[in-house]
């Protein structure tokens, strides 16, 4: 198998590579409709038309975009000769990702207040969080390409 792994390296790092694009794009888009969606009024046709287009980015973007990033990242973690585990540069890049998951879901959480008209948060808001994954994607591509430590 760890030879496998091996052999299937750089079509795994491209596979997953690819699947953070996507993830990342749903990440910094998502919050950006929820500040226009913040500020319609709740059952207008616009407000409607915001709630298609954030569960269907969640849905058909983001969600399966987070599961092929966590696939092919584990594959990644598991080939050998790749992760020096002693290297404090990866744990820090697994904790800004466990961070990233966790605004993941808070994204999740909010889409479907928005779907119950229930949002409270202003447009103010949303445009502060969007700036969380792009704080996180920094962390976590220096982790990776420098290695600081």
Do not use: C
């Not at 202003?122 to 976590?140: A, C, D, G, H, Q």
């Amino acid at each position: 198998m760890m030879d496998l792994l091996a052999e299937f390296y750089p079509w795994t790092r491209a596979l997953h590579i690819i699947s953070v694009i996507a993830w990342m794009a749903g990440m910094l888009y998502l919050p950006r409709l929820y500040v226009y969606h913040s500020d319609t009024a709740v059952g207008s046709e616009q407000s409607e038309t915001f709630k298609i287009m954030e569960r269907r980015l969640l849905r058909g973007i983001i969600n399966p975009a987070m599961v092929s990033s966590f696939l092919f990242g584990g594959l990644l973690l598991a080939t050998p000769g790749i992760v020096d585990w002693a290297s404090y540069w990866i744990w820090t890049k697994l904790a800004a990702l466990f961070l990233m998951s966790g605004f993941h879901g808070s994204l999740s959480k909010w889409r479907k207040e928005f779907e119950q008209d229930k949002n409270t948060r202003s447009s103010k808001f949303y445009r502060y969080t969007n700036e969380i994954p792009t704080i996180l994607m920094i962390v976590i591509v220096i982790m990776v390409v420098v290695k600081p430590f």
